[in-house]
């Protein structure tokens, strides 16, 4: 058996392979795990979670020569837009609308008050419409700024100041309102 040059054998997989596939290991090293989060906080499930993040990388793949240096934005917007074709070809939103657990928004700290808190965000947020809640969540889950978040929702960085400054007036309405009902 022909032995390699010690060049190759000192070489990883990856870089043998060529700077597209190191590139892309290190990108999914990166940020799989951040878009299986992304995808649990919407679908609530680890598997369906999964597998929305394997898609988002096979298309991370194909457009690789469109992927902007800050990648994950990116990554966001491409999650985003696979949820919600997916959500049209079902039509069946309410199925697949975002969970909100108790593990995302912080742990009951055995105070009243910090329940009804939890309580009242969730109702609140379930009132926003599905463009809204998505702009809260990804600043605030995903702790997105407004540059990323125009990345994220492929709009100018102006279009995703205005969108976040107006879901989050309705989200503070929404509480607002949520607060006559008890």
Same mark, same amino acid.
């Given at each position: 058996?022909?032995?390699?040059?010690?060049? !190759?054998?000192?070489?990883?997989? +990856? /870089?043998?392979?060529?700077?597209?596939?190191?590139?892309?290991? @290190?990108?999914? /090293?990166?940020?799989?795990?951040?878009?299986?989060?992304?995808?649990?906080?919407?679908?609530?499930? $680890?598997?369906?979670?999964? !597998?929305?993040? /394997?898609?988002?990388?096979?298309?991370?793949?194909?457009?690789?020569?469109?992927?902007?240096?800050?990648?994950?934005?990116?990554?966001?917007? &491409?999650?985003?837009?696979?949820?919600?074709?997916?959500?049209? +070809?079902? %039509?069946?939103?309410?199925?697949?609308?975002?969970?909100?657990?108790?593990?995302?928004?912080? /742990?009951?700290? @055995? !105070?009243? =008050? #910090? &329940?009804?808190?939890?309580?009242?965000?969730?109702? #609140?947020?379930?009132?926003?419409? =599905?463009?809204?809640?998505? &702009?809260?969540?990804?600043?605030?889950?995903?702790?997105?700024?407004? *540059? !990323?978040?125009?990345?994220?929702?492929?709009?100018?960085?102006? *279009?995703?100041?205005?969108? $976040?400054?107006?879901? %989050?007036?309705? $989200?503070?309405? *929404? $509480? *607002? =309102? @949520?607060?006559? &009902?008890?």
């Amino acid at each position: 058996m022909p032995r390699k040059p010690a060049s !190759e054998l000192d070489d990883p997989p +990856a /870089q043998r392979m060529g700077p597209d596939h190191a590139w892309f290991t @290190g990108l999914y /090293q990166a940020h799989h795990a951040a878009v299986v989060r992304y995808g649990r906080r919407r679908l609530g499930d $680890l598997d369906a979670a999964a !597998e929305l993040a /394997q898609e988002v990388f096979v298309v991370a793949w194909r457009r690789r020569r469109e992927m902007p240096d800050r990648s994950l934005p990116w990554l966001y917007g &491409v999650a985003r837009r696979l949820l919600a074709n997916e959500w049209r +070809a079902r %039509r069946a939103i309410p199925e697949l609308r975002p969970r909100i657990a108790a593990d995302d928004l912080g /742990q009951p700290d @055995g !105070e009243a =008050d #910090a &329940v009804v808190a939890r309580v009242d965000l969730r109702a #609140a947020l379930a009132r926003l419409s =599905d463009a809204d809640r998505e &702009v809260v969540l990804l600043a605030a889950w995903e702790g997105l700024g407004v *540059a !990323e978040l125009a990345t994220a929702l492929d709009c100018s960085r102006t *279009a995703a100041k205005v969108r $976040l400054h107006r879901a %989050r007036r309705r $989200l503070r309405s *929404a $509480l *607002a =309102d @949520g607060r006559h &009902v008890h």
